[in-house]
Structures are given as C-alpha cells and as structure tokens.
C-alpha cells in the first residue's frame, strides 16, 4: 500500500513534457520520480559519509544537477522546467526512504529557487543570469539588525540553521524592517551574495548530520530593494515575480511551500525506518526465546500500522496540493480557513512520523541502539526534523481550532 502510494502519480501534475531553452526534454513528474528512486541506493550508501562530513558529499549535490533535480521549480527562461512545487515533496519523500539529510537539503534548496521566482526580475538575473545552477541557502530566522540607507537597508546579525550553505553562492535571510512610509512593520526576506557573509563552522548534531546546517554572520551588508521580499506579499500570493513568471505555480502562499519542505523529509525518514524494520524482522531470531521475529504477531502489527499511518499522511499531503492548485488554475484565492486546515496537516504530519518511528525504534529491541544499526539514523534524523520550528504540532493546531471556533486566523505563514 504504501509503496504504491509512493510510485502513484501525482494528479497536479501540469500538462505535457516541453522543451526547455536547450531544446532538450523536459522529463515528466514520474520520470522524476524514477531517477531519485534509482539514486536512492547510492545516497543510503553516502550516508554515513554525509554524517562524518557533516554535510552532503559533493557528489550529492551533482548528482542533483545531473538528475534535473534542482531545475523542477525553477523558470523556464532560467533553463528550469517550472513545475508544479508539489514534485519537490514527492523526490523528498523518495531521497528521505534513503537519507533525511539529503532530502532535507534538496527540498529547503529547491524552495529557495522557487521563492527566488517572486522577486523582482533584476534579482532573479542578478543570481540565475550567468550561472542558472546558482543555489541558495537560507535562514528565515527574523534576527536582522537592519537600518533605512538610500536605496535599500543596511543588514546585520547571525542566523543559525542555514542547510546546505557550503553549496550556495546566495543567503536568504530573514528579518523585519523598520516602519517606512507609514506602512507596517513587516518580515522580509533579504537576497545576500556570498561575498557578504561569513558561514560559521557550528554543525555538530545528533540529527541531520549531513544537511550542514552551519550559522550565517552578515555585518552591515548593503541590500537593495529588489533583493528584498516582503512576507505579506507571500502571504497575498501576490508578489513582484508575478508580473514575470505568471504561470500558477508561482501563486501557492509562500508559507504552504515552506512549511512542506522541512516537514515531508520526516515522512521519507519514516518509509526509510519502516524500509529497514521490515529488512531486519525478517532474520530476527530473539536470542530471548530463540523464535523468529517476523512470527511475532505484536510485530506484525506495527509494521501493519506504520504502513496504515504513512499511506494516510502522504494521501493528505497530496490531497491539499492537489486543492491548492484547483483554486489557482481557477485563478482564485485560496480561502483563508484551508490554508489553515493545510497548515496544520502539513506539522501534523511530522508528529506521525516521529510517533511511527519511535514504536518501530523500540520493536527492534536492543539492537536498534547501536549506532551502525539501520533504523539508528532515521531515529536520530526524525527527531532533528522535529525540533524545527515550523513543525511543532501544537500551535498550528490551536490556531485551527480557534479559526473552527470562529476567531480569527492568528499564524500568517500560511
């Protein structure tokens, strides 16, 4: 069941295959889809190299190049193939079966690219115009220390958690502004090259040890206006991109793409953990009682559940892009209460995945401890992706509940 949930293909997907500026072939979601699960051994294998690094080999990142993986969001005139975001949640949930630091990088990665796209033109040339493999990393933690200049502000601070940044020539950092023309104060996005910023070397974790998430230090950097962009233009799904890249892929809230990006990689890291269970129970014999453990009725059971519990999540997950998109293709706003309703799906699903992997943790017995064993790593990475801000279960709830109960909608990264 599961499997097939995985290798389905996804309904939002956007037409026929094009060609891009090379006039070479676009490949399809499923072809996409088939590449990342044919490197899915590979990365498994690099896994344990990714950890002693503390961040993805080099070969990760090409491998991502070479495969089209980091030109699925990106616009077409820049040689991407403009999908629709969604394709982004199904490779990370096929990179995530083999290697949550992956496709936790991948995924944050390619969010920054498609964010990149609703930036004014001059920024998007300023990045893509030479080289269109640019990427970026990012950290949206509101820190900035930011003062009016003429022509955009002065930026400083330190921002922690910046994923993949050794591979990145550009920094998305966050930060509110102060009050300018009478508007309100509001958290922006701010567009830094790599020349003006300092990568602290600090990534020595537990979980997700690979994604490199090192600190960011910026003093007082010059960013002009249009490497600037405003969270409530993300929020209006309205933002200066838009004039350039029309397509509707771009019109999803800047919020629902986030949040997705650093909560799917927890669901891949459970299929990963399930993948392995099934792998070890099946030559099990408990040196307890000396009998089979794929007999044992209990731990049929949490395999059964697990699966059950998966298929659910990633069904849910699917169905909200696949509504999304409708009212989009439409050309209507996304109604404040589903964005809402998709939020709290979207760090609902990372609970279930911590809570799966957790009993199947404990099933293995005593030898799930030991660091060499499989299911050790998506123990270790489930829960790193859990400490994320955005994937605490309990606010989006609370907001849900109270927007169900009539009260106004309180969480506006959605």
């Not at 104060?185 to 990534?203: A, C, G, H």
């Not at 029309?246 to 800047?254: G, I, L």
């Not at 994937?391 to 849900?400: I, L, Q, S, T």
């Amino acid at each position: 069941m599961t499997d097939q949930t995985l290798r389905a293909v996804d309904p939002t997907a956007l037409g026929e295959p094009k060609m891009d500026g090379d006039q070479s072939p676009i490949p399809t979601r499923e072809e996409l889809i088939q590449r990342a699960r044919d490197l899915a051994p590979k990365l498994r294998e690099r896994s344990k190299k990714a950890a002693e690094l503390r961040k993805l080999p080099e070969e990760t990142i090409e491998d991502f190049h070479r495969l089209g993986f980091f030109k699925v969001v990106q616009p077409r005139r820049y040689g991407g193939y403009e999908m629709d975001p969604s394709i982004i949640f199904d490779l990370q949930l096929e990179l995530g079966r083999a290697c949550a630091s992956s496709a936790w990088v991948y995924g944050v990665l390619n969010v920054h690219s498609w964010q990149l796209a609703l930036f004014p033109r001059e920024a998007q040339d300023e990045v893509w115009g030479k080289n269109p493999r640019t990427l970026i990393s990012s950290s949206y933690m509101p820190v900035a220390k930011t003062e009016w200049v003429d022509g955009g502000v002065s930026l400083s601070g330190r921002w922690s958690f910046s994923s993949g940044c050794d591979f990145c020539e550009w920094a998305f950092l966050g930060g509110f502004v102060p009050t300018e023309d009478g508007e309100p104060t509001d958290m922006r996005t701010f567009l830094v090259p790599r020349s003006d910023y300092e990568i602290i070397d600090n990534w020595f974790v537990s979980g997700l040890r690979g994604s490199g998430s090192k600190d960011v230090v910026v003093d007082g950097k010059f960013v002009p206006h249009h490497r600037m962009h405003k969270f409530s233009d993300g929020f209006r799904q309205k933002s200066p991109g838009n004039e350039t890249n029309t397509s509707p892929v771009y019109r999803y809230p800047f919020g629902q793409i986030h949040v997705r990006s650093v909560s799917t990689p927890a669901v891949g890291a459970a299929f990963g953990a399930l993948d392995a269970y099934v792998d070890f129970m099946k030559t099990k014999v408990s040196q307890a009682t000396g009998g089979q453990a794929k007999d044992s009725f209990t731990n049929s059971l949490v395999a059964a559940e697990a699966a059950a519990v998966l298929d659910r999540e990633v069904l849910t997950l699917r169905r909200n892009f696949t509504e999304m998109l409708g009212y989009l293709q439409r050309g209507e706003k996304i109604p404040v209460e589903r964005r809402v309703c998709f939020r709290n799906d979207s760090a609902r699903a990372v609970k279930a995945a911590t809570e799966v992997v957790e009993q199947l943790f404990v099933a293995c017995g005593a030898r799930a401890a030991f660091e060499d064993h499989p299911i050790n790593r998506h123990f270790q990475d489930v829960h790193a992706i859990r400490l994320h801000h955005a994937n605490g279960p309990d606010g989006p709830a609370a907001n849900m509940g109270g927007v169900l109960f009539g009260k106004q909608n309180t969480d506006f990264f959605i």
